[in-house]
């Protein structure tokens, strides 16, 4: 899992060339904290109010497979 904060996380959320099994975390304009993560099945962003929020709520959520050929 690679974690990306502040700015190079807002240039890939921006590009939307996320990586799979990654984890990102940067301030919105509005000075919300915006997080994203992406693991194998899912993509999901949201909001939260501090930057340590963020990245928690994103790593609780990140849900990587075993290996590849792993089902769920």
Not at 22 to 33: A, K, M, N, P, T
Not at 37 to 48: I, K, L, N, Q, R
Not at 49 to 54: C, F, I, K
Request: proline fraction near 3%; include cysteine; charged fraction near 30%.
């Amino acid at each position: 899992m690679e974690i990306y904060l502040r700015d190079q996380a807002k240039r890939l959320f921006y590009s939307r060339d996320i990586p799979s099994n990654s984890i990102g975390v940067f301030q919105s304009h509005v000075g919300e904290w915006l997080y994203w993560f992406c693991d194998d099945w899912v993509y999901d962003t949201g909001f939260a109010d501090t930057e340590a929020e963020a990245l928690q709520i994103a790593k609780k959520n990140f849900k990587p497979l075993k290996n590849k050929y792993d089902i769920i």
